[in-house]
Each structure stands twice: as C-alpha cells, then as structure tokens.
C-alpha cells in the first residue's frame, strides 16, 4: 500500500508517491488549471497504474480542501518545514519561490515554524514575473538559466510591476543592451524581491518550482548567502511534508 501526498497549487499541482518507509518513490506534476479536483485526479490516476494506493490522501495548498475524493488537509507551510526539516535536521530559514507567491519561513532546532511571511500582493518575485517576462520576450522560460549563464554584466530591473518591467525591458532592448544581460537582471530581481520579505537567518534553504527550473538561481543566491542549498525536486517537499505530518 502506498499513501499519496498532493499540494495544489495555483498553478501546478503536485504529487508525490509514498512508501510505508515515508520514502518518495515516485514523482508526478500537472498544471492545476481551473479545476483543482480534476487535477488531483490525474495524481491519482497517474499512482494508481501499477500500486495499490491507501486513502485518505494527503493534501495542502490552494485547493487542499476542494476535491472530492477521501483526504486530509494539512497547512503548506507546516508541510513544507516538516520536509525541510526531516532532510536537513536543523534550524534554517526557507524561502519558497512558487506560481503565485513567495513564502519566507523560519524553523528552529525542533523543526518548529517561528516565522512566516508571505508575498502575494504581485507577481513580483514569483514565477509567474519569469513566465510573464519570457513570454512578451518570446524566449522560452525554462531556457533563461542558459542565457543567464552568457551574461558579461549585471543590469538592474526596478520596476516591481510586471508591465511596466516590460517597458524598462523594451527600453534596455532599444540601448543595445543583450538578452543574456537582461534575463540575468530578471533573475537577480526575482532575488531582491524574495529577500525583502524577511532578512534571512542562518543557513537558507531554497525550494519551489523556480529553483527546480532555473538551476542559475541558486548559484545566484549563493552569491549573497554562502550557506544556501536546494534539494532535488523542491517542488514536491510540502506534498511529501503532508504524507509525514499524519504519519
């Protein structure tokens, strides 16, 4: 019997297959749509092919509450440190760069949440500013890291609103300045932005689906925070911290 862990966020949903050791064995993403119980469906689905699956699942995010199959909801946050903190067994700061929101999170040596904040008052910070940015750009998002990489210098997006970084964007093009230069200061924007939120303690942790997609990001946070690592799959931690949080 395996136990399903599924955080649906608003903008993907993601699953994780779970063994009676707490151990992923398996990994599955959609994109969540408008539908949050159709997409923990094809979690579902998607497990079901060739395990024998234990109900209730496990659930957190934006639409933890609204599928209609047997499950247990659980706070992302909690989640998401009780993962952290089963990898890492140590107090660290966490910051979660998602679709919609940036979270900042703080947890002592006991695995225990001290601190939250959250932005989601705009895109600035998040991914949906890249996916914005790469789309009026015409430069596909998950090819941003390798243009990033041919950088020669650093340039600086002010502009938190997506459509006026647009403009700023449009007229650094018009100044000759490169694409690798601009998608490097997108993401070092994207970097200001999540750091303002709180100022980070002790040894950062990085997670979400943009360090998971743009591997520059944390050799970029690096920069400003030595002790900083992301583990493989980030994305995916609050649905397993859901699975470990009821067993």
């Known amino acids: 019997m395996y136990k399903i862990g599924i955080d649906l966020g608003s903008s993907y949903t993601k699953g994780v297959l779970v063994d009676g050791n707490n151990e992923i064995v398996d990994y599955f993403l959609t994109r969540t749509g408008f539908d949050f119980n159709k997409a923990a469906q094809k979690i579902i689905a998607q497990f079901s092919l060739n395990n024998e699956i234990e109900y209730p699942v496990y659930t957190c995010g934006y639409g933890r509450d609204d599928i209609k199959i047997p499950f247990v909801s659980n706070s992302e946050i909690i989640a998401l440190s009780k993962a952290v903190f089963k990898i890492y067994k140590r107090k660290c700061s966490i910051i979660d760069i998602g679709g919609q929101d940036t979270k900042y999170i703080t947890i002592n040596n006991l695995g225990q949440v001290d601190k939250f904040k959250m932005n989601r008052k705009c895109a600035a910070g998040t991914g949906s500013f890249i996916e914005e940015l790469a789309f009026r750009m015409d430069v596909p998002s998950l090819e941003f890291s390798t243009y990033a990489g ?5 340039v600086k997006i002010n502009s938190y609103c997506t459509v006026f970084a647009v403009s700023e964007i449009i007229g650094m093009i018009k100044k000759g300045v ?8 997108i993401y070092n924007s994207v970097i200001a932005r999540s750091v303002e939120l709180s100022p980070v303690e002790d040894f950062l942790i990085l997670t979400g689906g943009i360090p998971d997609n743009h ?13 900083c690592e992301s583990p493989d799959k980030s994305q ?12």
């Open 236 to 247: 995916f931690l609050a649905a397993w911290g859901c699975v470990l949080l009821n067993n």
């Open 178 to 185: 490169t694409l690798p230069n601009i998608i490097l200061g």
């Open 150 to 154: 041919q950088a020669t210098e650093e």
């Open 215 to 227: 591997p520059i990001m944390l050799d970029l946070f690096k920069k400003k925070f030595v002790n």
